[in-house]
């Protein structure tokens, strides 16, 4: 891992070779992979993709339809680093092995588009907040209502998108550009706004900036900013990859006070806070902005891991008594590390009573776009969520990132439960604001 990491990348190759010999092929990683859990084949285990990752690059494999479906079925959710003592950094290999594959591998022309489609909707915040006031108006009158019923009966990839709205579609959020803090300052923070999250979850960006500004905060939301990359590159889509986090990086550096300690970047997506967390990697070969990218990287903070640090200060109004089980994102958990912050968080709340549930941190399907990409194994995989759910005797599911929420929803209610599944953001928004 550390003299590895300083190899060249053979020509035509995507990572230097040693990297591959990291893997010892203990096979630790297989129970912590969903799709081998799943699927039980080697090729779908991280230790398997890792050989498979290998001869790509060598070119004893061909980069064909079968190689390419073992690896567009990895969920990226880097459980198997967690679970590797010799600390592979998977999610280097598969991530740079995306664009290399993207770039050799004609898909038929159906998945081609669709993949363009879903990226460019999910990267275009004023696109998709367009697309969304129709879905909203259908879903005032009803008719959104009917459409959801009739689901099972659509084709598997229009069900599976309709499955996945939210349900209700909450108002989109457009957060003010600085907001004061509720009694003494405690400190400045700036916030990604991001793309997805204020169309689809505009009630978690309203509760992510309400609850740092009632726990003394100084919320700044930087403008000019947009998607942080990480859906772009999820998909091997470097070029754009690169344009979106050109974007936001220049956003938060031009927000960056010139003297005095830079504020924390407080993030309530985990993709896109482990995706930032890792900027430095993206634009190591970027003489421009390499630097810049270094200092932004190391001010990034999950909103959980930041409220925990600085500790809640505002007062909480007691609710009614609830059995909460708290499901792990995997880009927070296995990528950022942070699992005890949001168990904190919510073992605060007056009324909740936190009980453990089998598989917490195992993926649940939402993986970024997986969802929507490969809507088979994602839905098999919130199967076996929803049956550990049910297993807890949890009457609600917390989780600290929205797409496993609005992953977990639509399982729940495909399986015919109404348990719901709240944000720890909104959950603290909800017992501070009642007294307040």
């Not at 680093?81 to 159906?110: M, N």
């Not at 759910?389 to 977990?408: E, H, K, P, V, W």
């Amino acid at each position: 891992m550390t003299a590895h990491r300083t190899e060249p990348v053979p020509a035509g190759g995507f990572v230097a070779p040693a990297k591959f010999l990291d893997c010892v092929h203990c096979g630790l990683c297989q129970s912590a992979c969903p799709t081998y859990v799943a699927l039980g084949t080697e090729a779908d285990s991280p230790r398997g993709r890792i050989h498979l990752l290998h001869a790509l690059q060598e070119g004893r494999l061909a980069v064909d339809a079968e190689a390419v479906r073992h690896v567009d079925l990895c969920l990226g959710c880097r459980g198997c680093e967690t679970a590797c003592p010799s600390g592979v950094a998977y999610g280097e290999l598969i991530e740079a092995a995306r664009p290399w594959i993207e770039s050799r591998f004609q898909r038929p022309f159906a998945e081609r588009w669709r993949r363009r489609l879903t990226l460019a909707l999910l990267r275009s915040p004023g696109v998709l907040r367009v697309l969304l006031v129709p879905l909203r108006a259908l879903e005032a009158v009803g008719v959104l209502g009917i459409v959801r019923r009739l689901a099972p009966g659509m084709p598997s990839a229009l069900a599976s998108a309709v499955r996945l709205l939210p349900v209700p579609l909450a108002a989109p959020a457009s957060p003010p550009r600085e907001t004061l803090p509720v009694g003494e300052e405690r400190a400045t923070v700036h916030v990604l706004a991001g793309c997805v999250m204020p169309e689809l979850f505009g009630d978690t960006v309203r509760s992510t900036v309400g609850t740092l500004a009632a726990n003394g905060c100084r919320v700044v939301v930087p403008p000019g900013q947009g998607c942080c990359g990480a859906l772009a590159l999820h998909a091997g889509d470097r070029e754009h990859a690169l344009a979106d986090a050109r974007r936001t990086l220049d956003a938060f550096v031009a927000a960056t006070p010139p003297t005095g300690a830079p504020p924390a970047i407080v993030v309530n997506a985990a993709g896109c806070g482990a995706f930032m967390k890792e900027w430095d990697a993206l634009f190591a070969d970027d003489p421009l902005r390499a630097e810049a990218a270094h200092a932004v990287a190391r001010r990034v903070r999950d909103a959980t891991e930041l409220l925990a640090e600085l500790g809640l200060r505002a007062p909480m109004t007691p609710g009614p008594p609830r059995r909460v089980a708290y499901h792990d994102p995997c880009h927070l958990a296995h990528a950022q590390g942070v699992r005890r912050a949001p168990r904190d968080l919510l073992a605060a709340i007056p009324g909740i009573v936190l009980v453990p549930m089998d598989d917490e941190d195992l993926c649940c399907g939402s993986a970024g776009h997986y969802n929507v990409m490969q809507p088979e194994m994602a839905r098999t995989l919130v199967a076996r969520k929803v049956a550990a759910i049910r297993a807890s005797g949890a009457d609600l599911i917390a989780t600290a990132n929205a797409g496993c929420a609005l992953q977990l929803e639509a399982g729940l209610r495909a399986a015919g439960s109404t348990i719901p599944v709240r944000h720890v953001l909104d959950l603290l928004a909800e017992a501070s604001v009642e007294r307040r």
